[in-house]
């Protein structure tokens, strides 16, 4: 690094660093210039997170409208469910909607009463983000700052989701971010059996107008709901899951990354698995 750097460049570079402890990486190699695509191999190369270099703040792509034209898609292997729904699926007795928008799901919901969460709510939480995404994240439900403000993910796991959106080299509004369920389970409790299954089409009905390339789920609640299986998040976090004709990873909720930040490495290295499904490269550092 040269002797003299710039103030506004040291407090970036610092920020920066901030970010990728965050995510639970501390290790930078400054001779490896990482690659998501290698052009002699069509597997993506996923570097590890140990070898991450120093994106400078100014190197970031720019936010854009839409997540970059993925290029690797064919090259991330399909893998088929991890279990195959018992009985008749939940989704499947969802009806189509003709002409269906985010506007018309928000107007269906209304002031829900469908569910006993109502009885503690301030706000619904709906969703937040582009209605174009290719990439939506899916966590379990709001928690108090996301009731008050009636928006998702913008406590302290928001915004430490948020960080890890931007490591991606995105910004938030270019992803879509919702929950199972709209409204807060009393004291942050699990949403309960009958809430998920009363509120959770009207999030397969956002996903479907959507239409993103990649479902990210944060947390066993919501992958176990998408996926509709019992079995623990920690078999399948990671993997690529077949879903709906759509491509789903489940990793780990933000909420216990905060609790448990050694996660916070597996998190990064699944999320670097999106960002080659999505085309999406690290930015490289300046020579
Ligand atoms: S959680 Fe969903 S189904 Fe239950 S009251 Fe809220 S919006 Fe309605």
Partial sequence: MPESIPESLQTKIEE???????????????????????????????PQASSVSIPEESSLPKAKAKV?????????????????????????????????????????????????????RNKLVFGDGSPKAQLVFVGEGPGADEDAQGLPFVGRAGKLLTQMIEAMGLQRKDAYICNVVKCRPPENRTPEPDEVKTCSPY????????????????????????????????????????WRGRKLLATYHPAYLLRNPPAKADVWKDLQKVMAELGLQLPKKKS
């Fill in 16 to 46: 920066r660093l901030r970010y990728y402890e965050d995510l639970g990486i501390r290790l930078f190699y400054r001779d490896r210039e990482p690659s998501l695509v290698s052009p002699e191999n069509s597997s993506p190369a996923i």
């Fill in 203 to 242: 999030l397969l009905r956002q996903i479907d107008v959507i239409n993103p390339k990649v479902i990210v789920c944060l947390g066993a609640v919501a992958a176990k709901t998408l996926l509709e299986t019992t079995r623990g998040i920690s078999q399948y976090r990671g993997e690529w899951q077949e």
């Fill in 68 to 120: 970059a034209v993925p290029v690797v898609a064919a090259s991330v292997p399909r893998i088929a469910p991890v279990i195959a729904p018992s009985g008749p699926s939940l989704f499947e007795v969802v009806e189509k909607v003709q002409d269906d928008s985010l506007l018309k799901i928000r107007e269906d919901l209304g002031e829900c009463t469908r569910c006993k969460l109502h009885k503690g």
